[in-house]
């Protein structure tokens, strides 16, 4: 039987073109005006995952990785 892909993280990764796995980090909703503008500047682009989650992440998402 197919393993379904997980639609919560479906939605929230991205894969680039060289088929890194990108999330968007964290603390950008609210409570904006406390933290330093070096800070909003930082989490404006996406993290990439980190190897070890990787493998779990395209397992979930039903990319072909091993």
């Known amino acids: 039987m197919k393993q379904k892909t997980k639609s919560a993280l479906k939605k929230r990764i991205k894969v680039t073109g060289s ?27 996406g993290q990439e995952v980190s190897k070890g989650a990787a493998k779990n992440f395209a397992r979930m998402a039903g990319l072909s990785r091993s």
């Open 19 to 45: 088929g890194k796995i990108m999330l968007q980090k964290a603390a950008r909703n609210h409570l904006l005006s406390s933290k330093s503008k070096r800070q909003k500047k930082a989490n404006r682009l």
